[in-house]
């Protein structure tokens, strides 16, 4: 399966272009980086991943993508992408969760044991779950939750390694690992999941709310 990823999340950006058999081996995985946020040209990424690779748009067969938590804007900028490109070409889309990318890249860089990754979610609160990785597997220990940063500075073990896009910001011994789009490809290239576009979300553990602003003076007067 030719698989287009998108991986927007973070600060640090990702496309990759994987093609791989399912439950076989990988062909070929290429990735491009960008540091940037919403300065980050995505179409440009696109077009670069895929002249690497040397295959044309029309060849994706599946788009993968990054759904969080983390930034908002960059999530919701590739669910766009994707639904748009599923849209026009009727390809296939996948949404995985980033923190899950994160323990998959976690364990790519030589990391095993106890391992938690966090994700900053605003409010002095921390997005958390806890794995166990070995060479061959990574497993969920707890799943995403939504944690006081106190709270998880109370609770973490000796033994634990945190990970994450900013977790120096509030553990010094911390280890900073960015989803990567090469790595959300490998984990697509085993699921078979597929989603309609509009029914791709974001990862936000919060209820959405929102207060009605108060009427002024001169829309009290036109009301």
């Avoid at 996948?94 to 923190?99: D, F, K, M, N």
């Amino acid at each position: 399966m030719k698989i287009l990823a998108l991986e927007f999340s973070s600060a640090q950006r990702s496309v990759a272009f994987v093609d791989a058999k399912p439950g076989g081996p990988v062909l070929y995985a290429g990735e491009v980086v960008r540091s940037g946020g919403r300065a980050t040209p995505a179409l440009a990424m696109i077009s670069d991943v895929l002249d690497q690779a040397g295959v044309e748009r029309e060849a994706v067969e599946c788009l993968a993508v990054g759904l969080g938590p983390g930034s908002y804007h960059g999530i919701r900028a590739a669910i766009s992408l994707a639904q748009g490109w599923q849209f026009a070409r009727g390809t296939h889309l996948l949404g995985i969760s980033s923190v899950e990318g994160i323990a998959a890249q976690a364990q790519a860089d030589g990391l095993r044991g106890s391992v938690a990754v966090v994700v900053d979610a605003q409010r002095d609160e921390l997005y958390v779950a806890d794995y166990e990785i070995s060479s061959t597997v990574w497993r969920t220990v707890n799943p995403l939750r939504l944690a006081p940063v106190t709270e998880v500075l109370a609770a973490t073990k000796a033994d634990q390694v945190l990970v994450g896009p900013e977790v120096t910001r509030w553990f010094g011994e911390g280890r900073v690992v960015f989803p990567r789009a090469e790595t959300l490809g490998r984990l697509a290239a085993n699921r078979s999941d597929f989603i309609a576009g509009e029914k791709l979300e974001p990862i936000y553990l919060r209820a959405t709310s929102f207060v009605k602003a108060k009427p002024t003076a001169m829309t009290a007067g036109h009301a």
